[in-house]
T-cell receptor, first 113, second 113 residues
Framework: DAGVIQSPRHEVTEMGQEVTLRCKPI?????LFWYRQTMMRGLELLIY????????DSGMPEDRFSAKMPNASFSTLKIQPSEPRDSAVYFC???????????FGSGTRLTVV | KQEVTQIPAALSVPEGENLVLNCSFT??????LQWFRQDPGKGLTSLLL?????REQTSGRLNASLDKSSGRSTLYIAASQPGDSATYLC????????????FGGGTRLMVKP
């Protein structure tokens, strides 16, 4: 298995632009998570899905952020409009369930200028 | 709310030393505990997973233990090497928070040749 695949690896965009981050979880994993990592706050959970359904989005910072999982093999995290304070590394992770390990993607480093 | 604390925040040791990284948590009810390694600018790599019914796991020079009664986990690294230099993060999946992982702030380890 190729693991959790995220794209792009790096994204530089101007303030106000729309940004879309993509994630392909490991096949068969029922849970998908989006995390954000910054120096100040460490790793923060943004949202997670179970069987393609959003379960908890309480970590999504504001309405500018949205996430979808149209099928079991694909998820997107969208920021519209982007702001400089959104600059961070965004990770996607997947797992089979509670008693199984989590596998993280390599992350997308987002810079909003 | 589950809180996870990792001590020390940073550690520098000479090559060859055995060392212990600590992780404490406030809620003893957990599904599992996972230790990750993160190299600078990279994603998270899973090192060890301890399920709630287990007390420890070993992989090569690494040994992780879990004591739910005291709310602690330790990661033991034997005969440290410069290649072990990275940030080590512990994370818990509490049963009352779905399958979300709660992360500690990490310990930055530097092993000097």
């Amino acid at each position: 298995d190729a693991g959790v695949i995220q794209s792009p690896r790096h994204e530089v965009t101007e303030m106000g632009q729309e940004v879309t981050l993509r994630c392909k979880p490991i096949s068969g994993h029922d849970y998908l998570f989006w995390y954000r990592q910054t120096m100040m706050r460490g790793l923060e959970l943004l949202i997670y899905f179970n069987n393609n359904v959003p379960i908890d989005d309480s970590g999504m910072p504001e309405d500018r952020f949205s996430a979808k999982m149209p099928n079991a093999s694909f998820s997107t995290l969208k920021i519209q409009p982007s702001e400089p304070r959104d600059s961070a590394v965004y990770f996607c992770a997947s797992t089979l369930g509670a008693n199984y390990g989590y596998t993280f993607g390599s992350g997308t480093r987002l810079t909003v200028v | 709310k589950q809180e996870v604390t990792q001590i020390p925040a940073a550690l520098s040791v000479p090559e060859g030393e055995n060392l212990v990284l600590n992780c404490s948590f406030t809620d003893s009810a957990i599904y599992n505990l996972q230790w990750f390694r993160q190299d600078p600018g990279k994603g998270l790599t899973s090192l060890l997973l301890i399920q709630s019914s287990q007390r420890e796991q070993t992989s090569g020079r690494l040994n992780a233990s879990l004591d739910k009664s005291s709310g602690r986990s330790t990661l033991y690294i034997a005969a440290s090497q410069p290649g072990d230099s990275a940030t080590y993060l512990c994370a818990f999946a509490p049963p009352n928070a779905g399958n979300m992982l709660t992360f500690g702030g990490g310990t930055r380890l530097m092993v000097k040749p």
